[in-house]
DNA sequence: TTGACATATTCCCATATAAGTATGTATTGT
DNA sequence: ACAATACATACTTATATGGGAATATGTCAA
């Protein structure tokens, strides 16, 4: 089985790093699709495409005004993966205190062992 | 061009769905692979590739002890992920602000045309 | 109507999958 | 030494991709 789609869902869609820039982009507010092609230089195309996947996932709105289409970021779409994220963050915090600890371990260790004045590193 | 490599980054890597269940599980406490293979039940073959996959982008840790390999989340790794999501999370306030002015309007809109004693929809 | 403009779609292609199967490698227990 | 255990890698295959180029669709303006 190859990979799943990038329409599958937010998490595939938000993994190509263009459509990232797209949707910061298009978060201060809507645009149309032609200041998305020159802000970001990418090819017309490409921006239609890109904008093709963040649609069907939801992470972007279109509103039709005569020939120009303005898009706007669905930050709401976003906030999935925030939250997924987010369930990690207690590890990474307890993470960062066992880093610390050792750390301290290791300035005590140093502190005792070590005498700055007189090292014997590299005798 | 193809989509960019799983191991190109943490994005990438985690828009598996699978990997995202190895991380959750992976997340309360250090495992070796058969446990995953067990209780996410996936074949181990499978289960080694994701977990190279993860290594690659530092997603998680191993301790080798033996012929067992204790596998861990790397929490930290996963906090890029959360700040960028984060960025969003004024616009979607701001959103939910919008959402719930235009639906208070919409209710005076209702309660201005609309009697609930006579109402005039379907005559 | 005709042409200019804005955006979308189609076609082609090189490439990276993920799953399944089989096999390789390292370590332990007897 | 040998079998068993734990894990990793190699190989195959169907499939989805993103870029580029060309083309289609839709809307306005003169």
Redesign the pocket.
Known sequence: ????????DAF?AV??P??RQILSYLALRER????I?ETLS????????????LRRVGLVR?R????????RTNAEAIRPLHEWAGTFERYWQHQLLSVKKRAEEKMTKLNSDFDPINPKEKP
Chains 1, 2 share one sequence.
């Open positions: 089985m190859p990979r799943a789609a990038t329409t599958s595939n993994a190509e263009r459509r149309p699709v032609g200041d092609v990418l090819d017309q195309p490409s921006v239609s495409k890109h904008l093709r996947v279109v039709c005004e005569g020939r120009h289409k303005f898009y």
